[in-house]
């Protein structure tokens, strides 16, 4: 017998019907022998719609009651999914995040979980009930205001009790049957990972892969918790995201092949690009605008300095950072204008970064020449560059991302014979 954590995203519960079914699967899953817990989201498209609720009613609502509001789409699937599996004749409870035993800090909207205390799961599961906990929300330890961990953030509140736990497995099930070489919505010829590492999974996820929330991976390789993306729709085996050691033994005992050179090819288009133009080419420059940006919070992803012109001894210094902060970074820098000396700021937000990720890039020459001669071919122009050991990345134009992605899956050799299945379309 094992515990097993598993977590229904919005798209496998979207309606009565889908809700019945998985509740039916959840059932199973006990039937089977396990200990099950259940981590839900909110139904389909719920959470989207509460925010364009608030939106009509105030254009900048007070982050903890819109904290408050959000957390309410969880409790609507909690509750019913507890209710479906009665009638399935096993006992469910449903608990909000808050009685989980979920504390975060008080940062409303990015709240980040501090302590996991499932006394309340722990009693449940000895009781022989299915504990049914809302995703995506906590308690803040000092203010005790409901809080909620960003969007997608019910992957970490899964693999978060799971670490607490100590399951043997978190299960994360989704609308695509697992974890593809490129988003199969955008490349169909995607081919489905069986298995990734847990630092791959975090390059992908960090440059735009949107199947697995950053943090939850980031939560699960500090508990070498393994974690299992597959599909509510189907019962294929999905993919396993694990340690380099646990791929190894696996591959030793025949359960996986060999793993390629490259694990996927990312597309993310919600970045801004912001280009200091004319900054005088002297020390404490490039200090002084990160620092303005730093205080106002603003996350800067990459950063190109160009080679100062002689004549004028100046030089353009370009980021990238996320559009919705885009015009806060304006402001700072602006604001900060006497201390840092330019001549003029261009932003731009019609731009995509295209990412490459493997473990293999760090023993293997020549991925980079084929990952530029694929976009020269593609005539993809490259703006911006940053690497990583194991990812290469790149900005381009929005409307090139598509070209892109397909460009590079081709010339890595990514592309499967079939089409990949996507049930549900939200990604959710
Ligand atoms: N319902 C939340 C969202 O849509 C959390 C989640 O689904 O993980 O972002
Ligand atoms: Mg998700």
Redesign the pocket.
């Known amino acids: 017998m094992s515990l097993i954590v598993q977590k229904y995203?919005?798209s496998s519960v979207a309606d009565a019907a889908s809700v019945k079914r998985v509740a039916r699967r959840i059932v199973d899953t006990k039937k089977a022998g396990h200990d099950v817990v259940v981590v839900v989201?909110?139904m389909g498209d719920?959470?989207?719609e509460l925010l364009d609720l608030a939106e009509q009613v105030s254009p900048l609502p007070p982050p903890r009651e819109l904290d408050m509001l959000?957390t309410a789409?969880?409790r609507i699937s909690m509750a019913l999914l507890a209710m479906a599996i009665h009638d399935l004749g096993a006992e469910a409870r449903s608990y909000t995040g808050s009685q989980a035993g979920l504390i975060t800090d008080s940062a409303h909207g990015a709240a980040r979980i501090i302590d996991v205390s499932p006394g309340r799961i722990t009693e449940a599961l000895e009781q022989g009930a299915i504990p049914i906990v809302a995703?995506?929300q906590g308690v803040a330890q000092d203010t005790k205001d409901v809080t909620?961990?960003?969007?997608?953030?019910?992957?970490t509140?899964a693999v978060a009790l799971a670490a607490a736990m100590g399951a043997d497995v978190c299960e994360i099930y989704t609308d695509v049957d697992g974890v593809f070489s490129a988003d199969p919505r955008v490349v169909p010829k995607a081919r489905q990972v069986p298995f990734i590492t847990y630092e791959e999974m975090l390059e992908l996820a960090a440059v735009g892969a949107k199947v697995l929330?950053l943090r939850c991976v980031e939560y699960a390789r500090r508990f070498s918790l393994p974690i299992h993306v597959r599909s509510s729709f189907s019962t294929k085996e999905g993919t396993w995201v694990m340690s380099p050691d646990a791929i190894t033994a696996a591959i030793a005992e025949g359960r996986a092949m060999e793993q390629p050179i490259i694990s996927g090819v990312a597309a993310d288009i919600n970045d801004a690009k912001i280009t200091v133009v004319g900054v005088p080419d002297k020390p404490g420059e490039a200090a002084a605008i990160f620092r303005a940006l730093a205080n106002a919070k603003i996350n800067v992803d990459m950063i190109v300095q160009n080679v100062s012109a002689a004549a004028t001894g100046r030089t353009d210094v370009t980021f990238t950072c996320p559009q919705g902060s885009a015009q806060q970074a304006m402001d700072a820098l602006q604001s900060n204008s006497g201390d840092i000396g330019f001549e003029a700021l261009n932003v731009d937000d019609q731009i995509a970064k295209i990412s490459l990720v493997g473990a293999g890039m760090r023993s293997h020459p020549g991925v980079s020449a084929t990952f530029f001669s694929a976009l020269a071919d593609a005539s993809v122009n490259v703006e911006m560059i940053s690497t990583s050991e194991i990812r290469i990345s790149i900005v381009t134009r929005v409307d090139d991302a598509q070209r892109a992605v397909q460009a590079i899956h081709s010339a890595f050799g990514l592309d499967a014979d079939g089409e990949a299945v996507v049930y549900a379309g939200t990604g959710?």
Request: no cysteine; charged share 20%.
């Open positions: 995203g919005g989201s909110a719920t959470t989207d959000l789409g969880e995703g995506f909620t961990l960003g969007r997608g953030g019910s992957d509140t929330h959710r």
